[in-house]
C-alpha cells in the first residue's frame, strides 16, 4: 500500500534559517513525488516535482530511493514561505496520495 | 479560463439530506479527480475520470457516495443520506494525462461541507 509519511505537523524556524521539511514514502513501484503548498486563503499549489529537479521559490527536494524519502530544504526561509506543505506520491494510475502535511511558519 | 472551478464554495446540510457538488476542470484537461480533505489531514483520493470515462472508484468512501462526468466536461460528486462523519472540503483536480510533458494535478478552491 502507498503511503505518505510527513513527522512535524508544525516547523517554526527564523527568518533567514535553513528549513528542512521531512517527508517518507511507502511504495513498492517506480514512485513520483511532489511537494504541493497551501498559502493561507489560497488553493493547493504543486510546488515542485522530483522529476524536473528544479528549484522553486529556492526550495529544492532530492529524492533519495536508498531512504524512501523526499525532504524538502530551502537554505534561508523568508516570511512568505510560511504555508501549509505536503508531500504526495504518485507513480500509478490512481490519484495522489499525500501525507498529512506540516505547518511551516517563518517567524521574523 | 481561471482554473478549476467548484460549486458551492459551501453547504451546510442536515443529516439525511443528498448534496451535490460541481467541478469545472480546466478546458483542455481530460483527467479529473476528487479528493476529500478532514481538518489536520492531507487530501484524499476518492475517485477520478479520463473524459466520461471512470477508472477508479473502489476509493469511494461508501456506497453513499457517487460521481459522474457525462460528457467529459465538468463533474458532480453526490453524497447521499448524509451523516456528521461526511464534513470534510471536497476537492477537485484536473490534469492533463500521464505521459504529458505537463500532467500536474491543479486544484480547485474546494467545497466546504458543513452536516448538522
Known amino acids: 500500500a502507498q503511503r505518505v509519511t510527513q513527522p512535524e505537523k508544525l516547523l517554526s524556524v527564523f527568518k533567514g534559517a535553513p528549513v528542512e521539511l521531512k517527508c517518507n514514502y511507502s511504495y513498492s513501484g517506480s514512485p513520483e513525488l511532489f511537494w504541493y503548498v497551501q498559502y493561507s486563503r489560497q488553493r493547493l499549489q504543486l510546488l515542485l516535482r522530483h522529476i524536473s529537479r528544479e528549484s522553486i521559490k529556492g526550495f529544492t527536494a532530492d529524492l533519495n530511493k536508498g531512504e524512501t524519502s523526499f525532504h524538502l530544504k530551502k537554505p534561508f526561509a523568508q516570511e512568505e514561505d510560511s504555508a501549509m506543505y505536503y508531500c504526495?506520491?504518485?507513480?500509478?494510475?490512481?490519484?495522489?496520495?499525500f501525507g498529512k502535511g506540516t505547518h511551516l511558519i517563518i517567524q521574523p | 479560463d481561471t482554473g478549476v472551478s467548484q460549486d458551492p464554495r459551501h453547504k451546510i446540510t442536515k443529516r439525511g439530506q443528498n448534496v451535490t457538488f460541481r467541478c469545472d476542470p480546466i478546458?483542455?484537461?481530460?483527467?479529473l479527480y476528487w479528493y476529500r480533505q478532514t481538518l489536520g489531514q492531507g487530501p484524499e483520493f476518492l475517485t477520478y475520470?479520463?473524459?466520461?470515462?471512470?477508472?477508479?472508484k473502489s476509493r469511494l468512501l461508501s456506497d453513499r457516495f457517487s460521481a459522474e462526468r457525462p460528457k467529459g466536461s465538468f463533474s458532480t460528486l453526490e453524497i447521499q443520506r448524509t451523516e456528521q462523519g461526511d464534513s470534510a472540503m471536497y476537492l477537485c483536480?484536473?490534469?492533463?494525462?500521464?505521459?504529458?510533458?505537463?500532467?500536474?494535478?491543479?486544484f480547485g478552491p474546494g467545497t466546504r461541507l458543513t452536516v448538522t
Open positions: 478546458s483542455e484537461h481530460n483527467r
Open positions: 475520470f479520463q473524459n466520461e470515462a471512470q477508472l477508479e
Open positions: 504526495a506520491l504518485g507513480g500509478g494510475a490512481d490519484g495522489l496520495t
Open positions: 483536480a484536473s490534469s492533463l494525462p500521464p505521459g504529458t510533458a505537463s500532467n500536474e494535478q491543479y
